[in-house]
């Protein structure tokens, strides 16, 4: 697809006059973005830009004041990893299961390397991308992610991972020593058995007539 030209965009929406347009042209030079230019020197703004790009990449546009109202589901987080919508900077809010495709608010469309990690990462069949202003969507994403705590998409910890240690567990769990193994038991000798002597007997005399 063949994109028009952005400062032609800028004109034919009404956000620089021609004059502005060529005084951007000129700061620009060869090597430098159109956009950042007319943001540097104050002739557009990011709502003004984000419209214009897209226009140009014929996507979706949401105002600043939309984007404060936002609140990604916690599934939609869970899409991508933090680092990659922050570098972004940009945040997933739905993905089709049936379709496989997932919605997208960037800041820059134009970002090919961004969006083909983003492909990579989520295996989506096609991104459907919204345009936002880039201060808006990074203080979207740092309330978010700051209130998560956590890296919405990183893995769990494994259940073979190593327990933490905890103080005092050593001494509380450390083994008893073994008790002696008792081998033999010594017996009391027997009882002495006791020989009475015999009783004498004794002959009685005749008894007398």
Do not use: N
């Amino acid at each position: 697809m063949i994109r028009p030209p952005l400062g032609e965009i800028f004109v034919r929406l009404g956000l620089l006059t021609k004059g502005e347009l060529a005084s951007v042209l000129e700061r620009a030079g060869e090597g430098r973005r159109l956009g950042q230019t007319a943001l540097e020197i104050g002739v557009l703004d990011e709502e003004g830009l984000a419209r214009a790009l897209a226009v140009q990449c014929d996507a979706g546009f949401v105002t600043a004041s939309r984007l404060g109202g936002l609140t990604p589901s916690g599934e939609a987080l869970k899409i991508l990893p933090s680092e990659l919508m922050r570098r972004g900077p940009l945040l997933p809010t739905f993905r089709d299961l049936e379709s496989g495709v997932v919605s997208l608010l960037i800041a820059d469309p134009t970002d090919t390397k961004i969006l083909a990690e983003v492909r990579e990462a989520t295996q989506a069949s096609d991104l459907k991308l919204y345009v936002v202003p880039r201060t808006p969507l990074i203080e979207l994403l740092d309330r978010l992610l700051d209130h998560t705590g956590h890296d919405p998409a990183s893995p769990a910890p494994s259940p073979h991972a190593p327990r933490p240690h905890l103080p005092g567990a050593s001494r509380a769990m450390a083994p008893r020593p073994p008790l002696p193994r008792v081998t033999s038991v010594a017996r009391s000798p027997p009882p002495p058995t006791l020989t009475l002597p015999r009783a004498p007997v004794v002959a009685l005399p005749p008894g007398r007539g």
